[in-house]
Structures are given as structure tokens and as C-alpha cells.
T-cell receptor, first 117, second 110 residues
């Protein structure tokens, strides 16, 4: 089945640091990737939708300058949390979907737990 | 906007059946999904159903869809301790966007 790899699985860093999270589709070409944020005991909140080769579409209330998304290839999307602060601490999950699969399930990575001290 | 609701918690005894319920508001939903999330992990797709189906069965899992009432359920037969997790229903009503429910935490008592 389709596999999505997310790296790193856990990050602990100091306030003010920028953190990059990678999301890779291992056995299919992901024309669309999604980035979610999950607060403790809460559902997934869609942050942005990223299409290969074009700018990401951010959901309302998500700062695009704070959460930089790059989807430069069909197998890789990155989320960079710039100048991270403790309130950015959260569980970030990516998912991916291939071409022509708009109604097919998204395939999820295992998530990245980000802790800002 | 779209809204997907689930009860927050369900506790069952090992060997019993679990039924997790979900309601949604988007009548244009084409696919509805059930995902499982174990602590500290991402989401694992369990099963999904197309909106023109009423039921889908896959081993211990049975999905029932009442499109008129916009109600989706997941039944897990012979629930095991390894089934303890959070279960999310989700609906795909638009071109790309999937809306997730609030999640139901299933606790299986040995």
C-alpha cells in the first residue's frame, strides 16, 4: 500500500529556532500533500494544502509566513516552523494523495511531535 | 462549513462489540472514512465507504451509512485490547478537503 514517511518523529528545541519537517511519499507520486496540526486530545486541524510546483493554500487563521511550506517535487513536501515559540508546540501530521485520487483516502505519515522550550 | 461530530469516549469489555457513531452535515460527501490513531502515532486508514453504499464489511469491521440522516457508524466485532485507540471519522465533500471528526477514544477493558 501507499507509504508516507515523515521525519523527524520528535523535535525538542529552544524558542526562536526554525524547525523543518519533511514528508515523503515512498511508493507513489504525491501531487497533493496536506499538513495538519493536532492539539492534545483534539481532532486534526488542516493547516494548508500543498500542490506540487505551486504555492500552498493556507486555511484561515494559519500564518503563511510562520509556517512555510515547500512542495518542490512529487515525493517531498516540507513544513518549516519559523522562529518557533512554545505555543507552536504540537503534533504535526502530513498526508499525501496521488494524481487523480481526489476522492481516495489520504495516506498519513506518523507525525512529528514538536516541543519548544 | 462542514461539521463532523463524534462522541468523545467509549468503553467496552474485551470480546464485546464496539459501535462508534459519527454524524456529518455535508450532503455532498462522496467518501466517508474511518481512521485509527494510537498514542503518539499518525492516522491509519481502517476502511472507507462510498456514499452510494449502505454497508461495507471487512473482517471484524462493519461500516453502516445512513445517508438520509447523515449518520455513519463503525462496528468492531470481538473487540480486543489492541483496538484501544482514538477513532476518527472523516468525510470528503469537496475537491480536496477532508473534514475530520472530533475523535472517539475507545477503551477496551480486559
Amino acid at each position: 500500500g501507499a507509504v508516507v514517511s515523515q521525519h523527524p518523529s520528535r523535535v525538542i528545541c529552544k524558542s526562536g529556532t526554525s524547525v523543518k519537517i519533511e514528508c515523503r511519499s515512498l511508493d507513489f507520486q504525491a501531487t497533493t500533500m496536506f499538513w495538519y496540526r493536532q492539539f492534545p486530545k483534539k481532532s486534526l486541524m488542516l493547516m494548508a494544502t500543498s500542490n506540487e510546483g505551486s504555492k500552498a493554500t493556507y486555511e484561515q487563521g494559519v500564518e503563511k509566513d510562520k509556517f512555510l511550506i515547500n512542495h518542490a517535487s512529487l515525493t517531498l513536501s516540507t513544513l518549516t516552523v519559523t522562529s518557533a515559540h512554545p505555543e507552536d508546540s504540537s503534533f504535526y501530521i502530513c498526508s499525501a494523495r496521488g494524481a487523480g485520487q481526489q476522492n481516495q483516502p489520504q495516506h498519513f505519515g506518523d507525525g512529528t511531535r514538536l516541543s519548544i522550550l | 462549513g462542514e461539521d463532523v461530530e463524534q462522541s468523545l469516549f467509549l468503553s467496552v469489555r474485551e470480546g464485546d462489540s464496539s459501535v462508534i457513531n459519527c454524524t456529518y452535515t455535508d450532503s455532498s460527501s462522496t467518501y466517508l472514512y474511518w481512521y485509527k490513531q494510537e498514542p503518539g502515532a499518525g492516522l491509519q486508514l481502517l476502511t472507507y465507504i462510498f456514499s452510494n453504499m449502505d454497508m461495507k464489511q471487512d473482517q471484524r469491521l462493519t461500516v453502516l451509512l445512513n445517508k438520509k440522516d447523515k449518520h455513519l457508524s463503525l462496528r468492531i466485532a470481538d473487540t480486543q485490547t489492541g483496538d484501544s485507540a482514538i477513532y476518527f471519522c472523516a468525510e470528503n465533500g469537496g475537491y480536496q478537503k477532508v473534514t475530520f471528526g472530533t475523535g472517539t477514544k475507545l477503551q477496551v477493558i480486559p
